[in-house]
């Protein structure tokens, strides 16, 4: 009797069917490899999408097969997921895909960062800045010497001084050719320059 009694109560308790289990770790499974294909394949996204729905429906499947166990599991999932973005991330940065785009440089047009034992420098940029330097050095030696307007500076054009031919900017905004000009400044590749008058001209022939 109580052996019969036992068999009955063991037909009562509910069997908890182990088939949810093995389909809430398999779509686990399947949401991984949608990741990982995400990072090779580009879909726009789509491969993306798939992964967060198989998750969802990975831990909505552990909930059916038990509910405490579907807690734990969405503890799980929602501390590993940052982990395992972070980590596809540094794989993905490694691939040749990741690499072409690197290259390509960004959307503005901007040269690409340098990356590994790289250093920053830029040998085209460091080249003009030399230049620039021993152009404003050259025209710096011109201060104060007088020579002529060989073209009109309206007010931009070209003087002469000792031969040289060098741009020029009026200080006044007009200069006719041929007028005796004076250097009062060394600008940015250019000199500012101010017509002498008369007066000027006669001291300047005197010494």
Partial sequence: MNFASLIVAQQAVPVRDDIYLF?????????LVFLVLELFIPTAGV?????GVAAVASIASMFVYDSTWGGIYLVIVCAGSPIAVVLAFKVWSKT???NRMVLRGGAD????APQGDE?????????R???ARATATHLCAFVGRSGIAATTLRPVG???IDGARLDAVAENGFIEAGRSVSVIEALEGQLKVREESSADSASGSAH
């Fill in 47 to 51: 491969l993306a999408i798939l992964t």
């Fill in 109 to 112: 047009g901007s040269p690409p």
């Fill in 158 to 160: 070209f003087v002469r």
């Fill in 119 to 127: 250093p920053p420098t830029d040998l085209s940029r460091a080249t």
């Fill in 129 to 131: 800045g030399m230049a």
């Fill in 23 to 31: 389909v809430s770790l398999g779509l686990l499974g399947l949401a």
């Fill in 96 to 98: 040749p895909i990741a």
